[in-house]
C-alpha cells in the first residue's frame, strides 16, 4: 500500500510539476489551451491531491494504527479518513441519519 502512494506522488510530481506544465502550456497552440494546462497542473485541486498522498504516505510509514487498517489489522476507521469523507460529502451529510453523523464525528464507526 505505501509503495501504491509513493507511486502516485512521483506520477503527480512528475505529470503536473510546474515544468511539465510550463512544457504542455509552452507547446499547446491556442491560447485557451495554454492557460487550461498551466491551471489544471498547478491548480488547488492537484496541489490537495498532492498533499494528501504524501500525508497518505507519511501516515501508512509511522502510524502503526493507520497502517493496520490498510492490512486488515484493525475495523476501526482512521479519524483521518472519517474527516476527509465528512469534508469530501459536507453538503449531502444532512442527509444521513443523524445516529450515523453523530458516529463519524464521535469516530465510533466502524467497518465490518
Known amino acids: 500500500m505505501i509503495d501504491l502512494y509513493r507511486g502516485l506522488v512521483r506520477l503527480e510530481e512528475r505529470a503536473f510539476g510546474a515544468l511539465r506544465?510550463?512544457?504542455?502550456?509552452?507547446?499547446a497552440k491556442r491560447?485557451?489551451?495554454?492557460i487550461?494546462?498551466?491551471v489544471r497542473g498547478r491548480g488547488t485541486e492537484m496541489r490537495e491531491r498532492l498533499s494528501w498522498h504524501r500525508r497518505m504516505v507519511h501516515l501508512l510509514e509511522h502510524d502503526r494504527e493507520f497502517r493496520g487498517f490498510?492490512?486488515?489489522?484493525?475495523?476501526?476507521?482512521p479519524i483521518e479518513l472519517r474527516e476527509r469523507a465528512l469534508r469530501a460529502s459536507w453538503p449531502f451529510a444532512d442527509f444521513l441519519p443523524s445516529e450515523t453523523l453523530d458516529a463519524l464525528k464521535a469516530g465510533t464507526v466502524v467497518c465490518s
Request: glycine share 10%; aromatic share 14%.
Open 36 to 38: 487550461i494546462n498551466l
Open 21 to 27: 506544465s510550463g512544457q504542455r502550456a509552452l507547446y
Open 31 to 34: 491560447w485557451e489551451t495554454r
Open 70 to 77: 490498510f492490512e486488515g489489522d484493525s475495523v476501526r476507521i
